[in-house]
């Protein structure tokens, strides 16, 4: 596993910690896997090790002329039907790095195929 060694805050992507993430990151789907809104991937930084969550959100009903409206009802029945997503996931621990700032994290992303089956 690759370590940040000085501990400090830097926003940086390393194609090594897709392959570590996805041995080490615990994925679900919220409020389950029949009826996904959410992705929400847990585990060890890849860089600092440290623990993070990110949510995901599958869909959007922002604007969608009503929570209760026609096109709200489409786009969380798109949102279900089995599919996949790339996921970047930045850093978030609660652990503090030196210049980050007001910055959660250590500043690391990294991405993660989920898939799924509605």
């Not at 029949?34 to 599958?58: N, Q």
Request: charged share 20%; with cysteine.
């Amino acid at each position: 596993m690759t370590n940040q060694q000085d501990g400090l805050y830097r926003a940086e992507s390393d194609p090594a910690w897709n392959i570590v993430a996805a041995g080490t990151a615990h994925v679900t789907l919220h409020p389950d896997d029949r009826s996904p809104e959410f992705i929400v991937v847990s585990g060890p930084c890849p860089r600092c090790t440290h623990a993070t969550v990110h949510t995901e959100p599958l869909v959007s009903y922002a604007g969608a002329l009503g929570a209760s409206g026609v096109l709200s009802r489409l786009l969380h029945r798109r949102a279900v039907e089995a599919g996949s997503r790339e996921v970047e996931v930045i850093c978030a621990c609660l652990t503090t790095h030196p210049e980050a700032g007001e910055q959660k994290g250590c500043g690391a992303s990294w991405v993660l195929h989920v898939e799924w089956s509605g």
